[in-house]
């Protein structure tokens, strides 16, 4: 199993960017995928999950600012983010939903 993400960088608060993932390994469409991020000194909490059917689910805090897509005939989930938020700052890692199949991770970085 691979994932690995790309996008990520640093913007101001109010700003917008594109976190992507590319799976191989294990049969994409076939699995529930998620977004995870970690800030320094705290845990790793989910951001966004979509299954198979394209259900989705969201952290609180980034509902209405977050958008999780998946295309399976691409291998890819994106999260594309809106109004950032210095909160929002961490790492920021793709994972094959209720599996320990991490991706290596990329950096987002929200400040003015």
């Known amino acids: 199993v691979r994932l690995v993400e790309s996008g990520g960088g640093s913007v101001q608060p109010g700003g917008s960017l594109r976190v992507s993932c590319t799976a191989s390994g294990f049969i994409f469409r076939l699995s529930d995928m998620a977004w995870y991020r970690q800030a320094p000194g705290k845990q790793r909490d989910l951001v966004a999950s979509?299954?198979?059917?394209?259900?989705?689910t969201y952290k609180d805090s980034v509902k209405g600012r977050f958008a999780i897509s998946r295309d399976n005939a691409k291998n890819t989930v994106d999260l594309v983010m809106h109004n950032l938020e210095p909160e929002d700052t961490a790492v920021y890692y793709c994972n094959v939903y209720g599996t320990l199949w991490w991706g290596q991770g990329t950096q987002v970085t929200v400040s003015s």
């Open positions: 979509i299954s198979t059917s394209n259900t989705t």
